[in-house]
């Protein structure tokens, strides 16, 4: 299910990210480690996470994904492996929550791409995903909250 979306002013976010590049399909296998490593050093340095981790989609081609996975910090990350400094763009933004598993992601972001077409609203930039409660919940999948975000043009 998709909420309707709503014109949000975001601040710049200051964040600590791994950065990928992958085939697709490869989603599943590299989500999951990246996040526990990104976890561990954020821990490790004592920067949080001072909020939910989101995944930063920088470029967008329908068999590459281009982005990072990252968490707000309160503090610059000490680059550490594969984890590095980074921040979410301070932006006018189309949001909208999608509840469901994260597998009608792809779904969600399709009825929130033709909305946007439809009301006529130009998309700039990048987009990005914040996961708001998921399995780390415990949580039935059907109660997965993920807020969905497109820059726009004003």
Known sequence: MLEPPQIVETTEQLSAVIRLTIPREEIRHV????????????????????????????????DVFDFEIGVPVSAPVTPEGRVVGSWLPAATVLRATYQGPYEGLGDAWAEFDAWVKAQGFELIGNAW???????????DPSTYRTEINRPIKV
């Open 31 to 62: 989500m999951g480690p990246g996040i526990t490593e990104l976890m561990g050093v954020v821990s490790k340095q004592c920067i949080g996470p001072t909020g939910a981790w989101f995944s930063h989609h920088l470029r967008f081609d329908p």
């Open 129 to 139: 995903e914040i996961y708001q409660s998921g399995p780390e919940t415990g949580l």
